[in-house]
């Protein structure tokens, strides 16, 4: 196991942010043998999905891994949520495309705005099951960032959320 800062400058026990899983820990950077070369691996860990992702050290920025997002980055995605809702008038499946597209960017502002956009207070028509889906999986991806960044757990993370979108 190395602690050898990469050239990225992510190391063993950083927290990061994988864009189509959101934030996982870096356990540590092995060497692996691959086709015949030997390949400096990231060995993440998603604890909450019982998930380890292992990516090339080389292929680190291709995939858009990032670390965490600054207290500023996050300031703007919270506000991001006191705003209005903007729904367009297209089907809901291209929508729902666009919002999977947002979530899975990794981008907290991008995600902010799909929780504020499917954000149901309690006078507003229900959600169809699939606007509930994107909007939990939204919530829970902002969620989680919220918290590693606050160091914070996600339940008072999540809590935070809903109290900001309930004032809007």
Do not use: C
């Not at 995939?63 to 903007?86: E, F, H, N, Q, Y």
């Not at 606007?131 to 919220?146: F, N």
């Amino acid at each position: 196991m190395s602690t050898k800062k990469t050239k990225r400058g992510f190391r063993p026990k950083d927290y990061i942010v994988y864009p189509t899983h959101g934030v996982g820990y870096i356990k540590s950077i092995e060497k692996q043998e691959i086709a015949g070369t030997d390949v400096d691996l990231f060995v993440i860990s998603f604890e909450k999905d019982k998930m380890t992702l292992r990516v090339p050290v080389g292929n680190a920025e291709h995939v858009g891994m990032r670390k965490l997002s600054t207290p500023k980055i996050m300031d703007t995605a919270l506000s991001t949520l006191k705003g209005r809702a903007r729904v367009k008038r297209t089907m809901w499946s291209r929508r729902a495309q666009e919002y999977e597209a947002k979530i899975n960017s990794g981008d907290p502002v991008l995600i902010a705005e799909v929780v504020r956009d499917l954000h149901r207070s309690a006078n507003q028509p229900d959600q169809s099951y699939s606007e509930r889906q994107i909007y939990e999986a939204a919530l829970e991806r902002l969620a989680r960032e919220l918290a590693a960044v606050e160091k914070i757990d996600e339940e008072a993370a999540t809590a935070r959320l809903e109290k900001l979108l309930q004032a809007a």
